[in-house]
């Protein structure tokens, strides 16, 4: 089957550089996407990784290892409002479009 | 583009009635996905189609689930009968791939939050 893992909490302060990592058993495996949700919210769409390497957006980068099925989340100049769940999910099967999401990691910014 | 429409954003029902949710997926997105969200499992893909073909249900948990496309615009999934245990919220999403499929961008409706009495 399919599986992802995920730290299920991780805390920072204001400012601080943040990473969440994501391992991942995926047969056909086409990549690796970020998704962001608030408490109440649906997930917005933040990062994917098709190939290795970095992806950068903003302050928002991730990152993607095939041969070692690892990716990870780096979050810069941490600001309050980034206090959400995200998730990990990757995407596989023969349409490339079966996405299996992890079960996400709560980041708690502190002042 | 208003964004993926889903309706209704609350539904509160008794064990054994019918539920319907609905979808509108947005213009030109060739992909649509319904996921359920809970606690105990997660988000998790319950069905997608493409062109409103279903293409893959095999997350779709009972028989009582079902979901439909009967066009481009429109999509419904189904419970008959509905059980306490299927109280979650129910996310529809559309999708459209960038650089030739190198790139996937999912946009998740605001979901609906069912809960069975």
């Known amino acids: 089957g399919q599986s992802l893992e995920q730290p299920s909490e991780v805390t920072a302060v204001e400012g601080a550089i943040v990473q969440i990592n994501c391992t991942y058993q995926?047969?056909?495996?086409?990549?690796l996407s970020w998704y962001q949700q608030h408490d109440g919210g649906a997930p917005t769409f933040l990062s994917y990784?098709?190939?290795?390497g970095l992806e950068e957006t903003g302050r928002f980068s991730s990152f993607l290892s095939r041969s070692d099925s690892y990716g990870y989340l780096l979050l810069q100049e941490l600001q309050m409002k980034d206090s959400a769940s995200y998730f990990c999910?990757?995407?596989?099967?023969?349409?490339?479009?079966?996405?299996?999401f992890g079960p996400g990691t709560r980041l708690s910014v502190l002042p | 583009d208003a964004g993926v429409i889903q309706s209704p954003r609350h539904e509160v029902t008794e064990m054994g009635q019918e539920v319907t949710l609905r979808c509108k997926p947005i213009?030109?997105?060739?992909?649509l996905f319904w996921y359920r969200q809970t606690m105990m499992r997660g988000l998790e893909l319950l069905i997608y189609?493409?062109?409103?073909?279903?293409?893959?249900d095999s997350g779709m948990p009972e028989d009582r689930f079902s979901a439909k496309m009967p066009n481009a615009s429109f999509s419904t999934l189904k419970i008959q009968p509905s059980e306490p245990r299927d109280s979650a919220v129910y996310f529809c999403?559309?999708?459209?791939?960038?650089?030739?499929?190198?790139?996937?961008?999912?946009?998740f409706g605001a979901g609906t939050r069912l809960s069975v009495l």
């Open positions: 213009s030109g997105h060739d992909y």
């Open positions: 999910a990757s995407r596989s099967g023969n349409y490339g479009q079966n996405f299996v």
């Open positions: 999403a559309s999708s459209v791939e960038l650089g030739g499929g190198t790139k996937n961008i999912q946009y």
């Open positions: 990784n098709g190939l290795d």
């Open positions: 189609f493409n062109n409103n073909v279903p293409i893959d």
């Open positions: 995926t047969s056909g495996f086409y990549g």
